[in-house]
Antibody, heavy 122, light 107 residues
Framework: QITLKESGPTLVKPTQTLTLTCTFSGFSLSTSGVGVGWIRQPPGKALEWLALIYWNDDKRYSPSLKSRLTITKDTSKNQVVLTMTNMDPVDTATYYC??????????????WGQGTLVTVSS | DIQLTQSPSFLSASVGDRVTITCRASQGISSYLAWYQQKPGKAPKLLIYAASTLQSGVPSRFSGSGSGTEFTLTISSLQPEDFATYYCQQLNSYSFTFGPGTKVDIK
């Protein structure tokens, strides 16, 4: 059974750095073709893709947020960590971690965490 | 950076209706497009990948088509549980953008 779960602060102040951890089970991030990434969704708005780390430690970032994001993995702990600097109230959103499969046929997010709401406010 | 647009952004339909949602990419993405369904307060759920392949367990009333820059998601006969927001996502480029979503509401 594959599961992913996000953890981190629910409230951060403007200008602070947000650190979110995704802890997953049921698969390994050392398996070829697997990636774990982050997606966010402001209240009532659309999904926004943020970042992804591949099994081989290659990383991808949203161009508009690249300067503020860092994604890392700890394969032994089955964890992926996202940091986002200089938080602003517009960054208030539900943050999801998710597994992306890069197969011969399938390229898609096939498993999602439940999401964690992060509010940015002083 | 590849941009995705979806049309319509909102549609009102009745149970049993045939519904079609279009997703357009700003440049060609081959068939590297996925569709997701999201219900309020829940994480999205994968419906279709590779533009037209149904994910395991997804009802056959859902279908996808297209390649290059234009894609469609069709629900052949809308069911009560299908009222939700639908997103497309491209997985062809450096970053994997989502479309802005289409909300399907009850008429």
């Amino acid at each position: 059974q594959i599961t992913l779960k996000e953890s981190g602060p629910t409230l951060v102040k403007p200008t602070q750095t947000l650190t979110l951890t995704c802890t997953f089970s049921g698969f390994s991030l050392s398996t070829s073709g697997v990636g774990v990434g982050w997606i966010r969704q402001p209240p009532g708005k659309a999904l926004e893709w943020l970042a992804l780390i591949y099994w081989n430690d290659d990383k991808r970032y949203s161009p508009s947020l690249k300067s503020r994001l860092t994604i890392t993995k700890d394969t032994s702990k089955n964890q992926v960590v996202l940091t986002m600097t200089n938080m602003d109230p517009v960054d208030t959103a539900t943050y999801y971690c998710a597994r992306t499969i890069f197969g011969v046929v399938i390229k898609a997010i096939d498993y999602w965490g439940q999401g964690t709401l992060v509010t940015v406010s002083s | 950076d590849i941009q995705l647009t979806q049309s319509p952004s909102f549609l009102s339909a009745s149970v049993g209706d045939r519904v079609t949602i279009t997703c357009r990419a700003s440049q060609g993405i081959s068939s590297y497009l996925a569709w997701y369904q999201q219900k309020p307060g829940k994480a999205p759920k994968l419906l279709i990948y590779a533009a037209s392949t149904l994910q395991s367990g997804v009802p056959s009333r859902f279908s996808g088509s297209g390649s290059g820059t234009e894609f469609t998601l069709t629900i052949s006969s809308l069911q009560p549980e299908d009222f939700a927001t639908y997103y497309c996502q491209q997985l062809n480029s450096y970053s994997f953008t989502f479309g802005p979503g289409t909300k399907v509401d009850i008429k």
